[in-house]
Each structure stands twice: as structure tokens, then as C-alpha cells.
């Protein structure tokens, strides 16, 4: 499994409620994503920092989802380019199912 934490700034004085809205507008576009397993959307307002935390089956998912076209539709919604960092994840704890889930090296 594959994390991606994406982060990009969100306007400045962006309320809870704000950010809420804007990623309760696009959270449609990922149901059914191949390959995304998990979407948590992320946001600080101290710092007005938004984005995601993405748990795919694999790296090919994640970098097919990470494209132009979606980079673009993030500059042009938040205003700001995504940074987007990468971890392998070889063991998660799902205490909705209440189990733990490992990778097979």
C-alpha cells in the first residue's frame, strides 16, 4: 500500500466551515477512484493548510490519479500547486473492520 499526503495553502482567514464546503465539493470525484482505498481531506487553520491524506493498493494508482489534469484542477480551486510526498505502507490498523492489515513483501 501506498500513502500520499498532499498539502497546498488555502486562502487566508479560511474558516473550518470554508474548508469543509470546498472539500465536501469535490470529495464525489474520488468515490469509486481505482485503486484509492482511503481519502481523508486535511486542513489547519492556524496555518490555513489544506489537503489529503490518500491510501492506495499501490504506487501505479497513486501516480495515475497525480497527473497534469489534476494537478491543474487543484491550482485552479485552491490557488496554489500541491506538494505531494509519497510513503510505502506496510501495515495499517482499520478499527472500523477491526483488523490489521499488512503488505506481503
Do not use: H
Not at 474558516?15 to 470529495?27: D, G, K, N, Y
Amino acid at each position: 500500500m501506498i500513502t500520499a499526503v498532499v498539502q497546498f495553502p488555502l486562502a487566508e482567514g479560511t474558516t473550518l466551515a470554508e474548508a469543509q464546503a470546498i472539500f465536501e465539493s469535490t470529495a464525489p470525484r474520488y468515490l469509486g477512484l481505482a485503486g484509492l482505498i482511503r481519502k481523508n481531506y486535511l486542513f489547519d487553520p492556524e496555518t490555513c493548510v489544506g489537503g489529503g491524506c490518500y491510501t492506495f493498493e499501490n504506487r501505479a494508482a497513486a501516480e495515475a490519479l497525480y497527473n497534469d489534469a489534476w494537478r491543474a484542477l487543484i491550482r485552479e480551486k485552491y490557488g496554489a500547486d500541491p506538494e505531494v510526498r509519497f510513503f510505502e505502507t506496510p501495515v495499517m490498523v482499520d478499527n472500523v473492520s477491526n483488523e490489521i492489515i499488512t503488505e506481503t513483501p
